[in-house]
Nanobody
Framework: QVQLVESGGGLVQAGDSLRLSCAASGRTISTLRMGWFRQAPGKERDLVAYISSGGSTYYADSVKGRFTISRDNAKNMVSLQMNSLKSEDTAIYYC????????????WGQGTQVTVSS
């Protein structure tokens, strides 16, 4: 089992930056694919970015060039640096973990609210 706790959300203005953190406990995340998802009101939960156990990254087109995902296996943490925030980035952001060989993300955090005012 992995417990994930997000932090770092808040209210910012368009153009500002924010850094989200996800602290994991229960087991090491070193072999897990770690992802950040977001869900805006009335919309589905979408994948924002992920980082594989080997360090490969993926970004949704909407955040490419603005967001950066990173991991620190020694601290059992994953971060999402969000720059040049836009109002459309407003959502609840969730940290998630996927075990090797699995097709879905097994573990989820409770989410952290990010609100970007224009």
């Amino acid at each position: 089992q992995v417990q994930l706790v997000e932090s770092g959300g808040g209210l910012v203005q368009a153009g500002d930056s924010l850094r989200l953190s996800c602290a994991a406990s229960g087991r090491t995340i070193s072999t897990l694919r770690m992802g950040w998802f977001r869900q805006a009101p009335g919309k589905e939960r979408d994948l924002v970015a992920y980082i594989s156990s080997g360090g490969s990254t993926y970004y949704a087109d909407s955040v490419k060039g603005r967001f950066t995902i990173s991991r620190d296996n020694a601290k059992n943490m994953v971060s999402l640096q969000m720059n040049s925030l836009k109002s459309e980035d407003t959502a609840i952001y969730y940290c998630a973990a996927r075990r090797a060989g699995q097709l879905i993300y097994d573990y989820w955090g409770q989410g952290t609210q990010v609100t970007v005012s224009s």
